[in-house]
């Protein structure tokens, strides 16, 4: 017998492993109890409740307006609402509105999914992505400063070393190893370098070329962002490596077919994102809100929409953004594509 409350549970959970593209409910798993460690070091739930707040609600969500039904079974409806619920309350500080933005803005990440899946991925063949978690984000953010209950904050980084005080031009090797771990875990905002070595298990476990990607694109980050001269503070934060290391996944290995020209082609677009994250930081911080996983999304698009000359990779089970051998693939539902 069917149970609908056991198989919205590990719908909700493949949406939270979907962040990283994976579609596995034990990788879902995995990445709260990376949530709830970082949770656990600061003594702050408030991260890890509005994740779960906010794939289950973006789940319901979709399920409520009747989105594709595969779609929302692999997660595909429910990652960008985990990204809301755990970003807004690392901006914005805890109050009962705070609980509602995160209700409100998870809900409509579904309906903006739906909206990008309509047109970005169903007249041009480019995945949304994080896209709808981006731009859902900046709204709800931006919108806080307007709202008298809501007060956006941002945690100063208690980091001390000589490379974030600007004594040394490289980090020392155990920093580095920090670094690149962090810039696995700070896609989902979190600090601790052993948060991002729990995501990178959950991302083994689904997908070993996956785990390679993500790998590359951490240290493809650093050696970019160190060699050149970007501030110490982000840097050693993991904030100019989240979004690479999206991009070495997405171009390398979920979206285009790997192969050694896939490959060359993903760095070159890895790199560019860690100049692009230094744009868009620039551009957004007079508006006070963050660039999200921006970077990444811009370039990804950039990168994948070109992706008529060169062979295909399905992103199970939404494909009819793909294009097979020089033809267009069968029609399938694209309303969610990631």
Known sequence: MANPVGNFVVHSLR?????FFMENALTGVIFFAAM????????VWATTIGAAVGVLVATLTAKLLNCDEPSVASGLYGFNGVLVGAALPTL???SP???VSVVVGAAVSTVVTAAFGATL???WGVPGSTGPFVLTGWLMVAAAYSFGTLQVTGDTPKLASDYVQGLASIPQPQELVEIFFRNIGQVYLL???ISGVIILVGIFIASVPAGIAAVAGSLIAMVVAIGMGVAPSPVSQGLYGFSPVLTAMA??????KP???VAVYAVLATIMTVFVQGALDVLVAPGGIPSFTAPYVLTMYLFIAPKKLMAPHPHTPVSGHLIEHGREAPAHPAGAAH
Not at 15 to 19: K, L, R
Not at 36 to 43: C, D, L, M, Q, W
Not at 251 to 256: D, E, K, M
Request: hydrophobic share 45%; no cysteine; glycine share 12%.
């Open 191 to 193: 600090g601790p370098a």
């Open 97 to 99: 509105q705070l609980w």
């Open 15 to 19: 949406g939270t492993s979907q962040v």
């Open 121 to 123: 991925t169903s007249k």
């Open 259 to 261: 192969s050694f020209r």
């Open 92 to 94: 914005i500080a805890v």
């Open 251 to 256: 171009v390398g290995v979920i979206f285009l």
């Open 36 to 43: 709830a460690y970082a949770s656990y070091v600061s003594g």
